[in-house]
Protein backbone atom coordinates (compact mmCIF):
# COMPACT_ATOMS: atom_id res chain seq x y z
CA UNK A 1 0.00 0.00 0.00
CA UNK A 2 0.86 3.53 -1.01
CA UNK A 3 -0.26 6.43 0.93
CA UNK A 4 -0.47 9.60 -0.45
CA UNK A 5 -1.36 13.25 1.46
CA UNK A 6 -1.60 16.50 -0.68
CA UNK A 7 -1.24 19.58 0.68
CA UNK A 8 -0.82 23.32 -0.83
CA UNK A 9 -4.15 24.00 -2.50
CA UNK A 10 -6.23 27.00 -1.89
CA UNK A 11 -7.80 30.00 -2.93
CA UNK A 12 -5.92 32.59 -5.62
CA UNK A 13 -6.66 35.27 -7.89
CA UNK A 14 -5.73 35.05 -11.85
CA UNK A 15 -2.10 34.90 -12.69
CA UNK A 16 -1.01 33.85 -9.01
CA UNK A 17 0.99 30.72 -8.11
CA UNK A 18 0.58 27.89 -6.26
CA UNK A 19 2.80 24.77 -5.11
CA UNK A 20 1.25 21.75 -4.62
CA UNK A 21 2.96 18.65 -2.76
CA UNK A 22 2.53 15.62 -2.60
CA UNK A 23 4.17 13.16 -0.09
CA UNK A 24 3.94 9.61 -0.18
CA UNK A 25 4.78 6.47 2.61
CA UNK A 26 3.84 2.96 2.88
CA UNK A 27 6.22 1.60 -0.60
CA UNK A 28 9.70 2.75 -1.83
CA UNK A 29 8.48 5.83 -3.65
CA UNK A 30 11.40 5.58 -6.16
CA UNK A 31 9.61 2.19 -7.40
CA UNK A 32 6.20 4.25 -8.78
CA UNK A 33 5.72 6.70 -11.96
CA UNK A 34 3.66 9.98 -10.10
CA UNK A 35 1.27 11.61 -11.70
CA UNK A 36 -1.41 15.05 -10.98
CA UNK A 37 -4.50 14.55 -11.87
CA UNK A 38 -7.54 17.78 -11.47
CA UNK A 39 -10.99 16.61 -11.57
CA UNK A 40 -14.26 19.64 -11.81
CA UNK A 41 -17.87 18.40 -11.14
CA UNK A 42 -19.81 16.21 -14.08
CA UNK A 43 -16.71 16.04 -16.23
CA UNK A 44 -13.99 12.82 -15.54
CA UNK A 45 -10.69 13.08 -14.36
CA UNK A 46 -7.46 14.55 -16.30
CA UNK A 47 -4.38 14.29 -16.57
CA UNK A 48 -2.51 17.44 -15.59
CA UNK A 49 1.24 16.04 -15.44
CA UNK A 50 3.57 13.12 -14.81
CA UNK A 51 6.85 11.89 -14.21
CA UNK A 52 9.22 8.64 -14.34
CA UNK A 53 10.21 7.43 -11.25
CA UNK A 54 13.49 8.99 -11.70
CA UNK A 55 12.22 12.53 -12.57
CA UNK A 56 14.54 12.26 -15.94
CA UNK A 57 11.35 12.50 -18.21
CA UNK A 58 8.01 14.58 -17.68
CA UNK A 59 4.64 14.96 -19.35
CA UNK A 60 2.48 18.14 -19.30
CA UNK A 61 -0.96 18.15 -20.67
CA UNK A 62 -1.51 21.30 -23.24
CA UNK A 63 -3.51 23.14 -20.99
CA UNK A 64 -0.71 23.49 -18.91
CA UNK A 65 2.36 23.71 -20.90
CA UNK A 66 4.71 26.02 -19.86
CA UNK A 67 2.70 27.47 -16.45
CA UNK A 68 3.26 23.83 -14.63
CA UNK A 69 5.87 22.02 -13.83
CA UNK A 70 6.05 18.84 -12.16
CA UNK A 71 9.28 17.85 -10.06
CA UNK A 72 10.31 15.10 -7.07
CA UNK A 73 12.02 14.62 -4.78
CA UNK A 74 12.81 10.54 -4.24
CA UNK A 75 15.11 11.34 -0.50
CA UNK A 76 11.93 13.45 0.58
CA UNK A 77 9.30 10.68 -0.92
CA UNK A 78 7.37 13.37 -2.13
CA UNK A 79 6.01 14.75 -5.71
CA UNK A 80 5.75 19.18 -6.27
CA UNK A 81 3.92 20.54 -8.53
CA UNK A 82 4.25 23.88 -9.29
CA UNK A 83 1.58 26.05 -10.76
CA UNK A 84 2.52 29.11 -12.54
CA UNK A 85 -0.30 32.20 -14.10
CA UNK A 86 -3.12 30.19 -12.78
CA UNK A 87 -6.22 30.93 -14.89
CA UNK A 88 -9.97 30.10 -13.52
CA UNK A 89 -10.14 27.78 -15.44
CA UNK A 90 -7.38 25.78 -13.29
CA UNK A 91 -10.11 25.39 -10.82
CA UNK A 92 -10.71 21.83 -9.99
CA UNK A 93 -9.81 19.38 -7.42
CA UNK A 94 -6.06 18.07 -7.74
CA UNK A 95 -5.22 14.75 -6.53
CA UNK A 96 -2.01 12.97 -7.11
CA UNK A 97 -1.27 9.18 -7.84
CA UNK A 98 1.27 6.20 -8.00
CA UNK A 99 1.62 3.30 -10.10
CA UNK A 100 3.68 0.80 -10.18
CA UNK A 101 7.00 1.22 -12.28
CA UNK A 102 6.77 -1.55 -14.96
CA UNK A 103 3.58 -1.16 -16.74
CA UNK A 104 5.62 -0.19 -19.47
CA UNK A 105 8.79 0.69 -20.33
CA UNK A 106 10.88 1.45 -17.10
CA UNK A 107 11.48 5.14 -18.16
CA UNK A 108 7.92 5.75 -19.40
CA UNK A 109 5.35 8.04 -17.53
CA UNK A 110 1.76 7.06 -17.72
CA UNK A 111 -1.09 9.47 -18.60
CA UNK A 112 -4.19 7.33 -18.31
CA UNK A 113 -5.62 6.98 -14.97
CA UNK A 114 -5.97 3.13 -14.93
CA UNK A 115 -2.24 3.03 -14.89
CA UNK A 116 -2.43 4.18 -11.62
CA UNK A 117 -3.22 2.33 -8.33
CA UNK A 118 -3.08 4.69 -5.65
CA UNK A 119 -4.86 8.00 -5.22
CA UNK A 120 -4.44 10.83 -2.42
CA UNK A 121 -7.61 12.91 -1.01
CA UNK A 122 -7.36 16.16 -3.73
CA UNK A 123 -6.78 19.48 -2.46
CA UNK A 124 -9.27 22.31 -4.10
CA UNK A 125 -7.75 24.95 -6.03
CA UNK A 126 -9.74 28.05 -6.86
CA UNK A 127 -8.54 30.36 -8.87
CA UNK A 128 -10.81 33.66 -9.09
CA UNK A 129 -10.78 36.27 -11.87
Known amino acids: QVQLVESGGGSVQAGGSLRLSCAAS????????MGWFRQVPGKEREIVAA????????YHADSVKGRFTISRDNGKNTVYLRMNSLKPEDTAVYYC??????????????????????WGQGTQVTVSS
Open 51 to 58: ITWSGSST
Open 97 to 118: AAGPVGRASRGAYYTNPDEYDY
Open 26 to 33: GRTFSNYV
